[in-house]
């Protein structure tokens, strides 16, 4: 049995930005539970987001679709449409708050899911303030709510165990 994911944030996708090439970033404010008081901002385009996913769930489920929503599907065409994007930013945390609730997910790639988190970070001060989160939590400073039902409780909670 899978061990219960003691540490918990919760993801708003912000907004969308064009980028260089025609892509699209989502600005991302990862805030920690269950008392806020810390919040980082992360950056990443869907492809990132995609393939961090892929790499993640393709060796942990045989039938991804079983235990997660269906990850947003790619648009060729018109994928800067505002009401695409905004479907989009929809679907995108629909899936990484069912994605970062999942203990396999959580016990299997704690490391993958943090390396993340730093490589997207929006902003210098943003790497700081997870680095924070991370030493705080290794010392045993920050303790997140634990068991699934304390998670699914918590609204639009993603959880990390570091």
Not at 108 to 122: G, N, P, T, V
């Amino acid at each position: 049995m899978e061990q219960p994911p003691d540490y918990a944030f919760k993801i708003e996708i912000l907004d969308s930005a064009g980028k260089d090439e025609g892509s699209i970033v989502y600005n991302i404010k990862v805030t920690t539970l269950p008392n806020s008081q810390l919040w980082f901002m992360i950056k990443d385009r869907y492809s990132v987001m995609r393939s961090f996913s892929e790499d993640i769930v393709k060796p942990l489920f045989k039938d991804p679709a079983s235990v997660l929503p269906p990850f947003p599907e790619k648009k060729f065409f018109g994928g800067s449409d505002p009401k695409f994007l905004e479907q989009r930013k929809h679907q995108l945390a629909v899936y990484f708050n069912e994605f970062f609730v999942n203990e396999r997910i959580l016990n299997h790639a704690r490391a993958k899911i943090l390396e993340y988190f730093m490589e997207s970070a929006a902003e210098d001060l943003d790497r700081v303030k997870i680095q924070k989160l991370i030493e705080q939590h290794n010392k045993g400073l920050v303790k997140m709510p634990s068991g699934d039902n304390q998670l699914k409780a918590a609204s639009s909670a993603q959880v990390i165990k570091l």
